[in-house]
């Protein structure tokens, strides 16, 4: 499965932006998707996260409340909106995916940025 991340950019405190994973083929009902993001100097953290057969979905406290990750079955696409964005989210965001919970993350997409200013 390949994924192709978009929907970064340059935005203002406060602001919203909304990202953007297809992926090329249908993930399977047990694969789930999840946004991860790396600011420089700073390790790569899994942001959300959603299972692709039930929805169900997992939340960082840093974007819990701001961020809402969903999926179009008919597109292949998960996204993730993010509202009332601030500096902190600055970072590139990467999408990838796992065919089994028990799976290490196995496919990644390109990241695409988001710059927040202050």
């Known amino acids: 499965v390949q994924l192709q991340a978009s929907g970064g950019g340059l935005v203002q405190a406060g602001e919203y932006l909304r990202l953007s994973c297809a992926a090329s083929?249908?993930?399977?009902?047990?694969?789930?998707v999840g946004w991860f993001r790396q600011a420089p100097g700073k390790e790569r953290e899994l942001v959300s996260r959603?299972?692709?057969?039930?929805?169900?979905?997992y939340y960082a406290d840093s974007v819990s409340g701001r961020f809402t990750i969903s999926k179009d079955n008919d597109r292949n696409t998960v996204y993730l909106p993010m509202n009332s964005l601030k500096p902190d989210d600055t970072a590139v965001y990467y999408c990838?995916?796992?065919?089994?919970?028990?799976?290490?993350?196995?496919?990644w997409g390109q990241g695409t940025l988001v710059t927040v200013s202050s």
């Open positions: 990838a995916l796992k065919s089994i919970p028990q799976r290490d993350w196995e496919n």
């Open positions: 083929t249908r993930p399977f009902t047990s694969a789930s």
């Open positions: 959603i299972y692709w057969g039930t929805g169900s979905t």
